[in-house]
């Protein structure tokens, strides 16, 4: 078995968490997590304590909006260390289908990994903004 650097796990780790959402393969995608994670979300109007509660606003998502991620673009990554945590940052341009149509959003975002007892990097903690258009 290769070791990978610790540059080289998160980069996976973020591949795997942006590739599960892009492809709404919500088991995969929610696996990333840490069932403590925090979610703090630009377009929701409280801060998610945990992943389940994450798990919970999604489902109400898909049943209240119809919400389904069709495509998701990662661009300008990059990943800070500080320890065994590393801040993953890049800006995400994704395609959503809601009741209301197709529509196309604009936003940076930080992700905050950890790495596990069992060497996995999960991510505890996200943060969601709109990207700024100049």
């Not at 795997?16 to 979610?39: G, V």
């Not at 500080?82 to 196309?104: L, M, P, R, S, Y």
Request: glycine share 2%; charged share 15%.
């Amino acid at each position: 078995m290769i070791s990978l650097s610790p540059v080289q796990a998160v980069q996976q780790a973020a591949d795997s968490l942006i590739s599960a959402f892009a492809r709404h393969d919500t088991a995969a995608y929610f696996a990333c997590f840490h069932p403590e994670a925090t979610f703090l979300f630009y377009n929701n109007p409280v801060t998610l304590p945990s992943r389940d509660a994450y798990q919970q606003c999604w489902t109400e998502w898909e049943q209240q909006f119809g919400f389904h991620i069709m495509d998701c673009c990662s661009s300008e990554q990059h990943i800070h260390f500080f320890g065994d945590t590393a801040i993953f940052t890049h800006c995400v341009e994704t395609k959503i289908k809601t009741n209301n149509g197709i529509q196309t959003v604009a936003e940076r975002e930080s992700i905050v990994f950890q790495k596990q007892a069992d060497q996995m990097w999960l991510c505890i903690h996200e943060h969601l903004s709109p990207k700024e258009v100049n």
